[in-house]
């Protein structure tokens, strides 16, 4: 069985100072952290168990 589980990479914005470009038109991005959400990695430890259960 294959399962494909989409993630995308988000910015850590909990902690983070966030501040508008130069340009006016996005946040800043040049000291965010930038990780998996949580709901992404709950997808991923779901995926996991399906693929040890049904393999």
């Excluded at 709950?42 to 693929?51: F, G, H, P, W």
């Amino acid at each position: 069985m294959d399962i494909i589980v989409c993630v995308k990479n988000v910015p850590d914005v909990e902690e983070a100072d966030l501040k508008i470009s130069d340009k006016g038109t996005d946040i800043d991005k040049e000291n965010l952290v930038f990780g998996i959400n949580d709901w992404d990695n709950y997808a991923i430890e779901e995926a996991i168990i399906l693929k040890e259960k049904y393999g």
